[in-house]
C-alpha cells in the first residue's frame, strides 16, 4: 500500500489542482494522483492553434489569476500549460505522477484507490479525470467501409496534412468551428451537423461567457451560457463566415467506402472525416464502486455522488456545476466541494 490520507484527489488537470488548493488551506491531509507525465493536464494535448476564448485574466484558478503575456490577447494552450504548472509549483500541490488509477472500490470506512503503483487509501474521493481521454464518435452506419481516414479532435494537431484533400468536419461546437475555419484554407470542406448550428453574437466572447456564469453561479435571474448559443464568433471563425465557408449541411446517413451519403441518395467523395463530437466523461474507474453504473454521467447532488457519499465529481460538465469543465468554473466547484469534505471531517471522530 503506498498510503493513506483524508482525500485522494483522481486527476492534475485544471479540476485537481483548484481541488488541492482548496484542500491545502483547509488543512486537509490530501494526494493528487495524476495519469500524465508532466503538469497541464489535457491543455497538453490541444491542436497546434487552439486559444481561450477571453483574456489571461478571465480565466483564473483559485488564489492566482493567469499572468498576461505581451502581445497575446487570448492565451495559447501553451500558455494556459505553464500557467498550470507554475500554479502547481507556487502552492506545493500534492501531485504524483505518473500514476494511472485503475479502479475505487469499497475498503470497510475507507475507499481503495487501486493504481499503477499500488493503493491508496481515503476517506473521501474527488473524481477530477475530465474526459478527453473519451472521445466520442456516432455510430454511424459503414464507419468500418470507409476507406479514407477518420480522426477525432483529440488527434488533430493542424490544417497541413490535409492540403488538397477533400474533408468532412462533423460537429456543431466550437471545436468543428475553429477547425473548419483553418482547414478550409488549406483543403475543399464540407461541414455537418447533427442540428442547426447556433451562432453567438460578435460581440460575445469570454469575458461575457464569464459575466453570465458568474451571475448563474450566484443564482442570479436569467439564461446561462448555453442560452447565447454554442459556438464563440472567434475572428478565425468570423473569417470563416467572410469566405463563405460557415454553411453547415444536416448529417449524412451512412459512410461509403469513398465518402458519404447523403439523405437523397447522393453521394460525396471525400479522403478525410473529422469527427468535432465531445467527449464523454471519463470514469470507468469508478465502475467497481457504483454498482449498476454504465458509461455516461454520474447521478450527483451538486458534486457529491447520489450513490455514494464518499465520492465527489469535478468538472465533468454542467452536471457537475455550472461552467464546472472550465477554468474559472472548475475553482467554483472545487471550492464547494472542499468545503462540504472539510465539513463531514470536523464531525467525524
Known sequence: ???????????????????????????????????Q????GAWRHGWDSLRLFSPAEYSPLP??????????????????????????????????RPVRVHDV?????RLAVETDAGRWLARYVISATGTWE???????????????????????????????????????GNSAAQILAEVSRVAETTWVTLRPARFMPDDVDGRVLFRVATRKAAGGAGGGVSDLGDIVMVPSVRDA????????????????????????????????????????????????????????????????????ARLYLLGYGDWTGAASATLVGAGRTAKATVADI???????P
Open 1 to 35: 500500500m503506498l498510503g493513506s490520507c483524508d482525500v485522494v484527489v483522481i486527476g492534475g488537470g485544471q479540476g485537481g489542482l483548484a481541488a488541492g488548493y482548496y484542500l491545502r488551506r483547509a488543512g486537509v491531509d490530501y494526494v493528487i494522483l495524476d495519469a
Open 37 to 40: 507525465s508532466q503538469p497541464g
Open 63 to 96: 488564489g492566482w489569476g493567469m499572468p498576461r503575456q505581451d502581445g497575446e490577447d487570448f492565451p495559447t494552450a501553451r500558455h494556459v500549460v505553464d500557467y498550470l504548472r507554475a500554479y502547481e509549483q507556487r502552492y506545493d500541490l500534492r501531485v504524483h
Open 105 to 109: 472500490r469499497q475498503a470497510g470506512d
Open 134 to 172: 473519451c472521445p466520442y464518435v456516432p455510430d454511424i452506419p459503414g464507419r468500418g467501409e470507409f476507406t479514407g481516414r477518420q480522426l477525432h479532435t483529440v488527434h488533430y494537431s493542424s490544417p497541413e496534412e490535409f492540403r488538397g484533400q477533400r474533408v468532412v468536419i462533423v460537429g456543431g
Open 241 to 308: 463566415r467572410e469566405r463563405g465557408v460557415l454553411h453547415p449541411r444536416p448529417m449524412f446517413v451512412r459512410l461509403t467506402a469513398h465518402g458519404v451519403r447523403w439523405a437523397d441518395g447522393a453521394e460525396q467523395p471525400c479522403e478525410a472525416i473529422i469527427w468535432c463530437t465531445g467527449f464523454q466523461p471519463n470514469l470507468t474507474h469508478l465502475a467497481p464502486l457504483l454498482q449498476g453504473w454504465r458509461h455516461g454521467e454520474v447521478a450527483t447532488d451538486g458534486t457529491r455522488s447520489v450513490d455514494e
Open 342 to 348: 472539510a465539513s463531514q471531517l470536523r464531525e467525524q
